[in-house]
């Protein structure tokens, strides 16, 4: 029976399809709490738009894997990790020339946007980067908000940097910080569940608009980065990224 199978190149196909599902199973996944994209749920279970999008794709190439509650850690940390760790991971991530050599990618999945985000009563007006000289802004390590600010010139001296989104919503609320840099919709989410209801805050500047990419170890065949393009593709094709887009609320690629 075997030989059969080798001789009309069903065994090494059987092989092939057994190595690459092997390969995706050993791999590594990570994300963070970054709502509506990847979040816990209240029950604890992984949920948001891009987890979702990743639990479909490693589906699609008949792997028996899904996100867990284990993927989440606080941002520099996984960033870390998915720059030294082979095999691994990392969504959702916003692709940049400064980041384009150190991952492959799967993508693009959906647009986003970067923004700076103050208290209304401050009533901050014509704000850019070459302004934000003598203020304090709250940045998440290694986020792409910090890189663009530095891209764009801001000095090191006006960055603060914390682990995680809730202390620079914390710090907004307590004037600590006079600006928070970070995703619009994650921003809107901390504001919202973490500062009291009468807290008014506004975007008073677009730091930048990008799309969020599903970021690989460089470690990981181009065979795997390729079946998770393809999947990915399929989903986009059928119409279930858009379902998802319109249930989550967040801005299409188109």
Known sequence: ??????????YQTLISNFNLSNSILRLQFLTESYPPYNYLGADGKPEGLVTRIVDRILELVGVDK?????????WPRAYKVALNEPNTVLFAMTRTPEREALFKWVGPIVRSSIVLTAKKERRFRNISPDRLEGFRVCVIA??????LLRQQGVPLSSLHHVNSPESCAR?????RVDFWA???????????????VEADYEEVYVIGEDSQYIA????????VVG????????????????TLIDAYKVESID
């Not at 029976?1 to 069903?10: M, N, P, T, V």
């Not at 290694?142 to 890189?147: H, N, R, T, W, Y």
């Not at 690989?216 to 065979?223: A, F, P």
């Open 1 to 10: 029976a075997i030989e059969a199978l080798k001789e009309d190149g069903r």
């Open 66 to 74: 899904k996100v867990t509650s284990d993927a989440f850690y606080p």
């Open 142 to 147: 290694e986020d792409v908000a910090e890189q």
């Open 171 to 175: 710090m907004l609320q307590l004037g």
């Open 182 to 196: 970070y995703g619009s919709l994650p921003t809107q989410h901390y504001l919202d569940r973490l500062l009291p």
């Open 216 to 223: 690989v170890s460089k470690s990981v065949s181009d065979e």
């Open 227 to 242: 079946r998770f393009q393809e999947a990915l593709n399929y989903l986009e094709i059928t119409g279930e990224i858009k």
